[in-house]
């Protein structure tokens, strides 16, 4: 098996002290949060981390999911679930998602450019972001401006955000389906969702919540759940993501149970620019040569 270029959390460049995680959001952080991100969202303040996603054997690299950060020059890292809230609240996580996309999708063109081989870009969305009425459009903006395949870019949206206003958000997501992206259901797992629901849905993939995998040691059924899951996704013609495998008995665990795609600390942390690119180059110089996921 391929040895994989490992990148420990302490090297990532988005770990947050506990001292950041740990602050209270008082009154005052929070209202100095709101102003800080108003700034960074005027002055594109923000920056991208990557990780890296591999098929079930381990052999080949096959997406890269984007995560976007925030340093503040007082505060330093804050953490995403500390400021995307504050976002969503103050309206801001709009202009901060697309910001992400145009900057996730022009740094997949520059990767390519360098040679390095097509993969799946995923990208997260906001609930206020489905609820945009024109938000295909702003999309498909972006993939011209780009100059971004339609078919390398996968939007990730949790489960729970899809059951918000399900009608709607249906209606958006066969709108994204129809520019040639591909869709996600992120921490599948942890919703509401009705399983009838899911053949409604027009997605490719499922992202299997990682808080399955931390259960494995403690929980006896939790394999069967993770089990099931993975038959389900597959049984519906989908593409299945395991998220937050760290350890290597999760690996031959996952493995036994074909999972299609593995994502987490095992293989690597979030990478800023420079780290990632590194990655690619060294995966790209090995019997690894990476390959999009193949389309339903």
Not at 114 to 123: A, E, K, R, S, Y
Not at 164 to 173: A, E, P, R, S, Y
Not at 207 to 214: E, G, H, N, V
Request: charged fraction near 20%.
């Amino acid at each position: 098996m391929f040895i994989f270029p490992r990148f420990p959390l302490s090297l990532a460049e988005n770990s947050f002290s506990q001292a950041e995680i740990a602050t209270p959001a008082s009154t005052d952080r929070k209202q100095y949060i709101k102003q800080a991100l108003a700034k960074a969202v005027t002055e594109r303040g923000f920056r991208l981390d990557f990780q890296p996603q591999w098929d079930g054997q381990g052999i080949n690299l096959v997406g890269v999911e984007a995560l976007v950060r925030w340093q503040d020059p007082r505060l330093g890292n804050v953490s995403p679930t500390e400021f995307i809230p504050i976002a969503e609240e103050a309206g801001l996580v709009t202009a901060i998602g697309e910001w992400v996309l145009g900057a996730a999708c022009r740094q997949y063109k520059m990767w390519q450019a360098q040679g390095v081989p097509p993969f799946l870009l995923g990208v997260n969305l906001s609930l206020q972001q489905l609820q945009k009425a024109d938000f295909a459009q702003t999309v498909q903006r972006i993939l011209e401006e780009t100059d971004m395949p339609p078919a390398q870019l996968q939007l990730e949206v949790t489960e729970g955000l899809i059951f918000k206003d399900l009608q709607h958000t249906i209606g958006v997501l066969r709108d994204l389906q129809r520019l040639g992206v591909y869709l996600a259901i992120d921490d599948f797992g942890t919703g509401y969702s009705s399983l009838s629901v899911l053949k409604e849905l027009p997605v490719h993939t499922l992202k299997i919540d990682k808080s399955f995998l931390a259960d494995l040691e403690t929980h006896q059924k939790a394999e069967v759940i993770l089990e099931s899951i993975i038959n389900l996704g597959q049984r519906l013609q989908l593409i299945v993501v395991a998220e937050g495998v760290e350890t290597e008995s999760q690996l031959h665990l996952l493995q036994s149970l074909q999972c299609d795609v593995l994502q987490g600390f095992f293989f690597s942390c979030p990478l800023n620019e420079d780290k990632m690119t590194h990655y690619l180059h060294h995966c790209c110089s090995t019997k690894t040569s990476s390959k999009a996921i193949d389309a339903h």
